[in-house]
């Protein structure tokens, strides 16, 4: 979601991560056709699967640190 920072006079900043939003939210809206129902559930969706990719990264990490403490007690 949007969460622009107020500041004096009630003006929004924006970050770049919401401007790149504000981008495919109007892409999805107006290239692509969808709904505003449709485009927020497309956003939702690629940030569970954002998210999924991010752990499976980091459970791999962790997998590779733990073999080589394993192969490091071996020794």
Same mark, same amino acid.
């Given at each position: 979601?949007?969460?622009?920072?107020?500041?004096?006079? =009630?003006?929004?900043?924006? $970050?770049?991560?919401?401007?790149?939003? %504000?981008? $495919? %939210?109007?892409?999805? /809206?107006? &290239? $692509? +056709?969808?709904?505003?129902? +449709? *485009?927020? $559930?497309?956003?939702?969706?690629?940030?569970?699967? =954002? &998210?999924? *990719?991010?752990?499976?990264?980091?459970?791999?990490?962790?997998?590779? &640190?733990?073999?080589?403490? /394993?192969?490091? /007690?071996?020794?």
């Amino acid at each position: 979601s949007l969460k622009p920072v107020k500041r004096r006079g =009630n003006r929004r900043y924006y $970050q770049r991560h919401d401007v790149l939003t %504000i981008r $495919q %939210i109007r892409d999805l /809206l107006y &290239e $692509q +056709g969808y709904t505003i129902t +449709g *485009a927020r $559930q497309r956003l939702e969706g690629e940030t569970g699967r =954002n &998210e999924a *990719a991010i752990s499976t990264q980091i459970v791999r990490q962790v997998r590779m &640190e733990l073999e080589e403490v /394993l192969q490091l /007690l071996r020794r």
